[in-house]
């Protein structure tokens, strides 16, 4: 258990429609990633947080946008989903200063 | 822009066999490197990692890695495997001083199969 918690951990939902996916850090940890894990792209980094503040974008889609809390949990909301958003969506926390990233369970989303 | 290869896509080996997956990168500055296993079903969980000093650094279930600069590689060892070491292995990087982030970049995975 890497102390990174993930909710849900299954969602199945129709194309078009939006979804919210939870991810809250270890202890203390100010950074919150989120990563996709899908068969054609593989592990693709989307976006990071640090303290409530965004910090880099990777290979987000614009329907896609996430925010950090101040109690440093985060969401990433999808909408408008189509059939290829279909994927594993991890989170991942890491500790200011330490470069080490721990992952979450993730999220599968099945969009049918 | 930073990338992760990793060449042996998927690997079949029978138990006690030992394995070596390797790993480049491209980065022409300081980088971190690491090693995770993904189970069947799970989530990724940290091998091991380097950062700095002895280039040979070790990590949990009896996995090593060995780091060389001058070839761009951090490949995973271990001596002798077993069934239980059945998942796919990704190799990752990070600069540390690139910016605002320290996002992972991570090569497209290793599927190792061990056959009892």
């Known amino acids: 258990d890497s102390g990174v918690t993930q909710t849900p951990k299954h969602l199945i939902t129709a194309t078009g429609q939006r979804v919210t996916l939870r991810c809250s850090p270890r202890s203390g940890d100010l950074s919150v990633y989120w990563y996709q894990q899908s068969l054609d792209q593989g592990l693709q980094f989307l976006i990071h947080y640090y303290n409530g503040e965004e910090r880099a974008k990777g290979n987000i889609l614009e329907r896609f946008s996430a925010q950090q809390f101040p109690d440093l949990h985060s969401e990433l909301n999808l909408s408008s989903l189509e059939l290829g958003d279909s994927a594993l969506y991890f989170c991942a926390s890491s500790t200011k200063g330490v470069d080490t990233q721990y992952f979450g369970p993730g999220t599968r989303l099945t969009v049918l | 822009a930073q990338s992760v290869s990793q060449h042996n896509h998927h690997v079949i080996l029978s138990e006690a066999a030992s394995l070596e997956l390797g790993c480049n990168y491209s980065?022409?500055?300081?980088?971190?490197l690491f090693w995770y296993v993904q189970y069947p079903g799970q989530h990724l969980q940290l091998l091991l990692k380097y950062f700095s000093g002895d280039p040979l650094v070790k990590g949990i279930k009896g996995f090593e890695a060995e780091f060389i600069k001058s070839k761009f590689s951090f490949n995973l060892r271990k001596p002798s495997v077993q069934w239980s070491d059945t998942a796919e292995y990704f190799c990752?990087?990070?600069?540390?001083?690139?910016?605002?982030?320290?996002?992972?970049?991570f090569g497209t995975g290793t599927l190792l199969a061990v056959q009892p």
């Open positions: 980065y022409g500055g300081t980088v971190n």
């Open positions: 990752a990087v990070n600069a540390p001083y690139g910016g605002a982030t320290n996002k992972l970049i």
